[in-house]
């Protein structure tokens, strides 16, 4: 009933740029908080950035200042535009969108992850 789109991922240069993006579909009242997670090998998963519904913004120390989660809501999609890449932000990336449903407490939906790597 309710499906996550991630794309956006693939190999990129040190220093480069990519852009993530997470649509999301199906039935569901609203969307509240949404957010990137990433994993990188033999690491746990990790909070990358989140954006509330009020579009406020909330970022993991080490992609400050490179990296900006933004939102569409017209179009139910996350963004991550990740800037100055560099090989550490390696990983598989998930976004996770928390649904509302009119009655019903909200529950978290993680998309399938796509894959950023950054080597020369």
């Known amino acids: 009933q309710v499906q996550l789109v991630e794309s956006g991922g693939g190999l990129v240069q040190p220093g480069g740029s990519l852009r993530l993006s997470c649509a999301a579909s199906?039935?569901?009242?609203?969307?509240?908080?949404m957010g990137w997670y990433r994993q990188a090998p033999g690491k746990q998963r990790e909070l990358v950035a989140r954006?509330?519904?009020?579009?406020?913004?909330n970022y993991a120390d080490s992609v400050k200042g490179r990296f900006t989660i933004s939102r569409d809501d017209a179009k139910n999609t996350v963004y991550l535009q990740m800037n100055r890449l560099s090989p550490e932000d390696t990983a598989v990336y998930y976004c996770?969108?928390?649904?509302?449903?009119?009655?019903?407490?909200?529950?978290?939906?993680w998309g399938q992850g796509t894959q950023v790597t950054v080597s020369s």
């Open positions: 996770n969108v928390r649904f509302a449903w009119r009655g019903t407490p909200t529950s978290d939906y």
């Open positions: 199906g039935s569901f009242f609203s969307i509240n908080d």
């Open positions: 954006i509330t519904s009020a579009h406020t913004t």
